[in-house]
C-alpha cells in the first residue's frame, strides 16, 4: 500500500467508525464466519448470469433461481419494464439466514442491475457491516424489481404483478429473519393498517419468519443529522441480531 492509499484507507476507516459512533454502536463485532446456511455466495448480476454464474454446483435450486432470475430480467407483467435500463434481482447468498427487503430499485440500480448501490444503499451496506455482515453473506432484494419513474412510489398493481418474485425469491432463501426497509416492503410483508412508526422496532411474520419492520435507509440519507433515527434503526438490528444468535 503506498502512502496515498493508507492515507484513503485511514479516511475511510474514519468515516466508518463515525457512522458507526452516530447509529449508537456500542461495540465492533468482528466479521461473521457463518452468517449463511453455507458460504455460497451468488450475485444476480446481469453480467455474472450472462457469464454463467451460478453460485455454486448445479442443483435443482441453482437451476430454478437461473430460470427465476431469468424471468425477472425478461418480464412486462408491468409497464415499469418500458422505462427500465434492466431489472434489478437481488443478490447476495441464496442461502442467507437474514435478508433485507427494500422497495424498488432507483437510478444507480438501474444502471448496475444490482440493488442498493446508490446512496441509501453504501448506508445500508454500512448497517450490514456494523453487524458483523458483509453484503455477499446476507440476501438484498427488493418488492419491485424495475424502476418506478422519477423514484416514484410503486403502485399496488405493479406490487401485485411482481410480488410472485420475492415470494419465491423468499421461498427458494428460507431466510431466518428478514428485514423489511420501509414502508413498501413492511406493506408488503407484514400488511398492517399500522404506519411505519407504530410498527418499527417490533417483530411481525410473513409466512413463519420474524419480520423486523425498520425505515428506509434513503429516510436516513434524507435525515443526514437526525442521530435518533440512526440509532432506532440500530436498535432494530441488535434485535435482528439477538434473534440469529438465539
Ligand atoms: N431503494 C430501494 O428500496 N432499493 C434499492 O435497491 C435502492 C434504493
Not at 427465476?68 to 409497464?79: D, G, T, W, Y
Not at 416514484?152 to 401485485?160: A, G, I, Q, S, Y
Not at 425469491?169 to 400488511?191: H, N, S, Y
Request: proline share 7%; with cysteine; net charge positive.
Amino acid at each position: 500500500m503506498n502512502e496515498k492509499e493508507k492515507i484513503d484507507s485511514r479516511q475511510e476507516l474514519k468515516a466508518r467508525l463515525e457512522f458507526f459512533r452516530d447509529l449508537g454502536v456500542e461495540f465492533l463485532v468482528s466479521p461473521r464466519k457463518k452468517a449463511g446456511k453455507s458460504q455460497t455466495a451468488a450475485v444476480e448480476s446481469p453480467l455474472l448470469i450472462a457469464g454463467g454464474f451460478s453460485g455454486g454446483p448445479a442443483t435443482a435450486d441453482s437451476e430454478e433461481w437461473e430460470r427465476l432470475i431469468r424471468k425477472i430480467m425478461s418480464c412486462q407483467a408491468c409497464p415499469l419494464f418500458k422505462g427500465r435500463t434492466q431489472a434489478v434481482p437481488g443478490e447476495g447468498n441464496r442461502q442467507a439466514k437474514l435478508m433485507f427487503v427494500g422497495e424498488a430499485p432507483g437510478r444507480d440500480e438501474d444502471l448496475q442491475g444490482r440493488p442498493f448501490v446508490g446512496r441509501a444503499g453504501q448506508l445500508l451496506t454500512k448497517i450490514i457491516q456494523a453487524m458483523g455482515f458483509s453484503r455477499d453473506q446476507v440476501y438484498i432484494a427488493n418488492v419491485i424489481k424495475c424502476r418506478p419513474p422519477e423514484n416514484r412510489t410503486p403502485r399496488p398493481d405493479e406490487v401485485k404483478a411482481c410480488s410472485p418474485y420475492l415470494l419465491r425469491q423468499i421461498e427458494l432463501i428460507k431466510p431466518r429473519v428478514i428485514v423489511a426497509l420501509g414502508k413498501v416492503a413492511t406493506d408488503f410483508l407484514l400488511q398492517s393498517p399500522k404506519s411505519m412508526s407504530e410498527l418499527r422496532g417490533n417483530f411481525g411474520e410473513f409466512q413463519g419468519i420474524p419480520v423486523m419492520p425498520t425505515f428506509h435507509p434513503s429516510y436516513l440519507v434524507r435525515n443526514e443529522g437526525n442521530k435518533e433515527i440512526k440509532k432506532m434503526v440500530w436498535e432494530d438490528m441488535k434485535k435482528v441480531l439477538k434473534l440469529l444468535e438465539s
